[in-house]
């Protein structure tokens, strides 16, 4: 592979890690922070990628809208509608057990699944939503750096709001939460209320994400929100990395990228008829690696750094 | 129409005992030990392709094949349990929750390493199916019920009138509670692990002679076999069989309404409002 071609890969690899960045840190609020368990962030991924699709494609036919609004509108709408989704889901499950959570979130996910492979009309079927458009510069050599650069932002933007609110008295609750949920109660919190802010915030990033995902590749199908690529993923990379820490949710992403990339440049070198299994080699390698960071390093690489204490007379 | 109703409550009674049976087993782990095993549905997985090394490479019929995948499925569910799930019992049940998801995408990858990504049956050409008035059974459909009432039986022998049956019930009932009083608590939970995984196991070959093999099967299965669970009241072995065959018979007679698609959907709907009206379920389980 000549150089062109190398960079042009990197700046790929490194996009779709953006995106697999904020992910991590929705999630990050979610478990690491308030210890939800969200078995479906492919549900609020897809949804976020189809509704920011819906919002900027050109007017069409073939499915619903078509409303060629600005790249923007259509992130702001993924952010909106995966929001809501997450407040319907979050108050059917906010006041049982976090397995409940885990299996009404893994049952939304399905299902979204299921209708958009269904309801043609509005998401295209199977064959998908095409002409996405690309933020800034549509085509040409210009078009992935310029990209990367707006994820890269996006990523900043994420990471430096996740990472305020996590210092932040409303971060400090939901840890409380997470830690001792009746001590906070007696402590005068609201419980439930933080719970469902937490539970929409981390959703809505992961819509933020899917409506990047659909301006990255400019094509969507249902193919792509499978709960491997959708989900399984997303939860490697947070505990690998270090869950609760914003810094390990970054770098969790970037090491379970560089397994998951690197070794479908392997796959690819296989013959065609051993590709299907490379690939399940590879989603059963990530599994072990999950396993063995929980059972050996279960705070993962970066380890949640505890806040210091505030001084006596200081607050 | 009404023959088309009780064909529809045939597929209902099949579809509820392969449910029954795998929420059974999710409702015995969550029980005992208080985590929702997200890879129950390909565990199913597991013992339907097990069978199929017997039933497709040694030419034995499904019932010898039977009681190898069952074997399969048990050593396999003792072997997670010992080399991940006991280490991880120390922490909290969310991180076992979390490992089992991580499980489930083992299994499912290793079936597809093993045996390939298609489709495959037990026997191929088209079963004939016994006439009665305007209703076709098929004969695969009895012995999926028959073999599910059986198992139940079996179940509830074993739940009511042996030692560990007994002990069973006492560590869903007070985990802690039964260690002081002398239960062999570990033990109890192998026999618990051994009994979920045959029952997926058969939920698994039971699914296969319904429609056929796929690396994802069990897996499409998860969400109706919790809301199995759910409905009946999680932790409540015999509200996982009612609230199989209600999931069940929901899920093929809404087909008569909305597209077939959204089976699951069904399925899910009844769970949700499960969680909202009634969160212990119809058998007073455990929640919050």
């Given at each position: 592979?000549e150089l062109a071609g190398l960079?042009?890969?990197?700046?790929f690899?490194?996009s779709?890690?953006?995106i697999?960045?904020i992910?991590a840190?929705?999630l990050n609020?979610q478990?690491?922070?308030?210890?939800?368990?969200n078995?479906?962030?492919?549900?609020?991924?897809?949804?976020?990628?189809y509704?920011s699709?819906?919002l900027?494609?050109?007017?069409?036919?073939?499915?619903l809208?078509g409303?060629?609004l600005p790249?923007?509108?259509g992130?702001i709408?993924?952010v909106?509608?995966?929001?809501?989704l997450?407040?319907l889901i979050g108050?059917i499950?906010?006041n049982?057990?976090s397995d409940?959570?885990?299996?009404?979130?893994?049952?939304?996910?399905?299902i979204?699944?299921?209708?958009?492979?269904?309801e043609e009309?509005?998401?295209?079927?199977?064959r998908g939503?095409a002409?996405?458009?690309?933020?800034l510069?549509?085509?040409?050599?210009?078009?992935?750096?310029?990209?990367?650069?707006?994820?890269l932002?996006?990523v900043a933007i994420?990471?430096?709001?996740v990472?305020?609110?996590?210092?932040?008295p409303?971060g400090?609750?939901?840890?409380?939460?997470?830690?001792?949920e009746?001590a906070t109660k007696?402590?005068g919190?609201?419980?439930?209320?933080?719970?469902?802010?937490?539970f929409v915030?981390?959703s809505?990033?992961m819509?933020f994400a899917?409506?990047l995902?659909a301006?990255f590749f400019?094509f969507?199908?249902?193919?792509?929100?499978q709960?491997?690529?959708?989900?399984?993923i997303?939860?490697?990379m947070l505990?690998?990395?270090?869950?609760?820490?914003?810094?390990?949710?970054?770098l969790g992403?970037?090491l379970v990228w560089?397994?998951?990339?690197?070794?479908e440049?392997?796959?690819r070198l296989?013959p065609a008829?051993m590709?299907?299994?490379?690939?399940a080699?590879?989603v059963l390698m990530i599994?072990?690696?999950l396993q063995?960071v929980l059972l050996?390093?279960?705070q993962?690489v970066?380890p949640?750094?505890r806040?210091?204490p505030i001084?006596?007379?200081?607050? | 129409m009404?023959?088309?109703?009780i064909?529809?409550?045939?597929y209902?009674?099949?579809?509820?005992?392969i449910l029954?049976?795998g929420?059974?087993?999710v409702s015995?782990?969550f029980?005992?030990?208080?985590?929702?095993h997200?890879?129950?549905g390909d565990?199913m997985?597991v013992g339907?392709?097990?069978?199929?090394?017997?039933?497709?490479g040694l030419?034995m019929?499904?019932?010898?094949?039977a009681?190898?995948?069952v074997?399969v499925?048990?050593?396999v569910a003792?072997?997670?349990?010992l080399?991940?799930?006991?280490?991880l019992r120390?922490?909290?049940?969310?991180?076992?929750l979390i490992?089992?998801?991580?499980?489930a995408?083992i299994?499912?990858?290793a079936?597809?390493?093993?045996w390939g990504?298609?489709?495959?049956?037990y026997?191929?050409?088209?079963?004939?199916p016994?006439?009665v008035?305007g209703?076709?059974?098929?004969?695969?459909h009895?012995?999926?019920?028959?073999g599910?009432?059986g198992?139940?039986a079996a179940l509830?022998?074993?739940?009511?009138?042996?030692?560990?049956g007994k002990?069973?019930?006492a560590m869903?009932?007070n985990?802690?509670l039964?260690?002081i009083s002398g239960?062999?608590?570990?033990?109890?939970?192998?026999i618990?692990?051994i009994?979920?995984g045959?029952l997926?196991?058969?939920a698994?070959?039971f699914?296969?002679?319904?429609?056929?093999?796929?690396?994802?099967m069990?897996w499409?299965?998860?969400l109706?076999?919790f809301?199995?669970?759910?409905v009946?009241g999680?932790?409540r072995?015999?509200g996982?069989?009612?609230g199989g065959l209600?999931?069940?018979?929901a899920?093929e007679m809404?087909?008569?309404?909305?597209?077939p698609?959204?089976?699951?959907?069904?399925a899910?709907a009844?769970m949700?409002?499960?969680?909202?009206?009634?969160?212990t379920g119809?058998?007073?389980?455990s929640?919050l």
């Amino acid at each position: 592979m000549e150089l062109a071609g190398l960079l042009s890969y990197f700046v790929f690899f490194a996009s779709f890690a953006c995106i697999y960045a904020i992910m991590a840190l929705g999630l990050n609020i979610q478990w690491g922070m308030t210890g939800q368990i969200n078995i479906g962030v492919a549900g609020f991924y897809a949804v976020g990628a189809y509704t920011s699709a819906i919002l900027t494609t050109p007017p069409t036919p073939e499915h619903l809208g078509g409303f060629a609004l600005p790249v923007i509108v259509g992130l702001i709408g993924a952010v909106i509608v995966s929001g809501l989704l997450a407040v319907l889901i979050g108050m059917i499950t906010v006041n049982l057990r976090s397995d409940y959570l885990a299996i009404a979130t893994i049952g939304l996910a399905e299902i979204i699944r299921f209708l958009i492979k269904n309801e043609e009309q509005v998401t295209h079927g199977v064959r998908g939503i095409a002409e996405i458009p690309r933020p800034l510069v549509e085509s040409g050599p210009l078009a992935g750096p310029v990209f990367l650069v707006v994820a890269l932002i996006c990523v900043a933007i994420a990471y430096f709001l996740v990472e305020r609110a996590r210092v932040s008295p409303w971060g400090r609750v939901l840890r409380a939460i997470r830690d001792n949920e009746d001590a906070t109660k007696a402590a005068g919190k609201n419980v439930v209320s933080f719970r469902l802010q937490a539970f929409v915030v981390g959703s809505a990033l992961m819509g933020f994400a899917g409506g990047l995902y659909a301006h990255f590749f400019g094509f969507i199908s249902p193919e792509a929100f499978q709960p491997v690529f959708g989900t399984f993923i997303v939860w490697a990379m947070l505990i690998v990395g270090g869950s609760g820490n914003n810094k390990g949710a970054l770098l969790g992403t970037v090491l379970v990228w560089l397994v998951w990339s690197g070794t479908e440049i392997f796959t690819r070198l296989l013959p065609a008829d051993m590709a299907t299994q490379a690939s399940a080699a590879r989603v059963l390698m990530i599994g072990v690696l999950l396993q063995i960071v929980l059972l050996t390093r279960r705070q993962g690489v970066l380890p949640e750094e505890r806040p210091k204490p505030i001084p006596r007379g200081d607050s | 129409m009404i023959g088309d109703i009780i064909q529809l409550l045939i597929y209902g009674i099949v579809t509820g005992s392969i449910l029954a049976l795998g929420a059974i087993g999710v409702s015995l782990v969550f029980s005992i030990l208080r985590f929702a095993h997200f890879a129950h549905g390909d565990l199913m997985t597991v013992g339907a392709y097990a069978a199929l090394v017997i039933v497709a490479g040694l030419g034995m019929p499904i019932i010898v094949a039977a009681p190898f995948a069952v074997l399969v499925v048990a050593v396999v569910a003792i072997a997670i349990e010992l080399s991940i799930y006991r280490p991880l019992r120390e922490s909290s049940p969310i991180v076992l929750l979390i490992s089992s998801f991580g499980m489930a995408l083992i299994l499912r990858s290793a079936v597809q390493l093993i045996w390939g990504t298609g489709n495959q049956v037990y026997a191929s050409g088209i079963q004939l199916p016994i006439r009665v008035g305007g209703i076709a059974i098929k004969p695969d459909h009895l012995w999926i019920i028959a073999g599910t009432l059986g198992l139940i039986a079996a179940l509830h022998v074993f739940l009511q009138y042996t030692k560990f049956g007994k002990a069973m019930r006492a560590m869903a009932d007070n985990v802690d509670l039964a260690r002081i009083s002398g239960i062999p608590t570990s033990r109890v939970i192998m026999i618990a692990w051994i009994i979920a995984g045959g029952l997926a196991a058969m939920a698994g070959i039971f699914l296969a002679m319904d429609t056929r093999l796929h690396p994802v099967m069990g897996w499409q299965l998860l969400l109706p076999v919790f809301a199995a669970a759910i409905v009946g009241g999680i932790g409540r072995p015999y509200g996982a069989m009612a609230g199989g065959l209600l999931i069940g018979v929901a899920m093929e007679m809404s087909t008569m309404v909305i597209n077939p698609a959204y089976k699951q959907a069904v399925a899910f709907a009844l769970m949700v409002a499960t969680l909202i009206v009634r969160p212990t379920g119809i058998f007073r389980g455990s929640s919050l």
